[in-house]
């Protein structure tokens, strides 16, 4: 039995009709609900705020609005929603935009069905997925973003006090620096998945921080990816 009660909404946008039905099917006869699909990126703002879904199949290529777009104005009015975007694209420039804008993974679309439905469910618990060969190249990014100095809140601003983690938090936090998958974290440490996910919650509610990218950039800044 799912540890999940509820099944898991995601919404689909993609402006080819046949390919975004094809997913939305594969996607509801999985267990998924599908709470809206849109093919242009206005619509696909429109209708994920009036949907709510858990998570966004998102395709960057998209009329009116890129892709991109979207997830950065969808994840800024709602942290918690999770996009996996799913394109044909594989280039590099490609791929850090969309990390850069907040999406959670990102697929291509050779992917076969397993691995799109597995990445869906990965990515509900915010779990990082991406096409094999491409978490290097994330990880990269995320250190020399991590590289770069952060923006002060104000002029002057002295940066506060780090909140206290527990030496587990701290742990985790550790391993998600070094690109590991929650599910690969879970396995080095003799945890549950959901325990990984609520250090990580609790860690990011403590340094004020909102989502992967942050956490990454904290941890590098602060040289806990060194061994």
């Known amino acids: 039995m799912s540890a999940r009660q509820d099944p898991i909404r995601v919404m689909v946008v993609d402006d080819h009709p046949m390919w975004r039905d094809a997913v939305a099917r594969d996607l509801t006869e999985s267990?998924?609900?599908v709470v809206a699909t849109a093919g242009d990126g206005e619509q696909?703002?429109?209708?994920?705020?009036?949907?709510?879904?858990?998570?966004?199949?998102?395709?960057?290529?998209?009329?009116?609005?890129?892709?991109?777009?979207v997830c950065k104005e969808l994840v800024a009015a709602n942290p918690a929603l999770r996009v996996l975007v799913?394109?044909?694209?594989?280039?590099?420039?490609?791929?850090?935009?969309?990390?850069?804008?907040?999406?959670?993974?990102?697929?291509?679309?050779?992917?076969?069905?397993?691995?799109?439905?597995?990445?869906?469910?990965?990515?509900?618990v915010g779990d990082p997925v991406f096409t094999p060969g491409l978490a290097g190249l994330v990880l990269g990014e995320y250190r020399r973003l991590a590289a770069e100095p952060a923006p002060a809140s104000g002029p002057g601003a002295d940066e506060p006090k780090a909140p206290r983690l527990t030496?587990?938090?701290?742990?985790?936090?550790?391993?998600?620096?070094?690109?590991?998958?929650?599910?690969?974290?879970?396995?080095?440490?003799v945890i549950s998945h959901r325990t990984v996910q609520n250090h990580v919650q609790n860690?990011?509610?403590?340094?004020?921080?909102?989502?992967?990218?942050e956490l990454v950039r904290y941890a590098i800044q602060r040289g806990l990816d060194d061994d």
């Open 203 to 213: 860690t990011l509610g403590k340094l004020q921080l909102h989502n992967r990218v």
């Open 44 to 69: 696909a703002v429109r209708r994920a705020r009036a949907a709510a879904p858990d998570v966004l199949v998102l395709d960057l290529n998209l009329p009116a609005k890129p892709g991109v777009r």
């Open 167 to 189: 030496e587990r938090e701290t742990e985790v936090l550790r391993l998600v620096a070094k690109g590991l998958s929650y599910k690969q974290i879970a396995e080095r440490l």
């Open 31 to 33: 267990g998924f609900e």
């Open 86 to 124: 799913l394109s044909a694209s594989g280039e590099h420039a490609d791929v850090l935009e969309a990390v850069k804008s907040g999406a959670t993974g990102y697929l291509l679309k050779s992917a076969s069905t397993e691995e799109l439905l597995d990445a869906v469910r990965r990515t509900a």
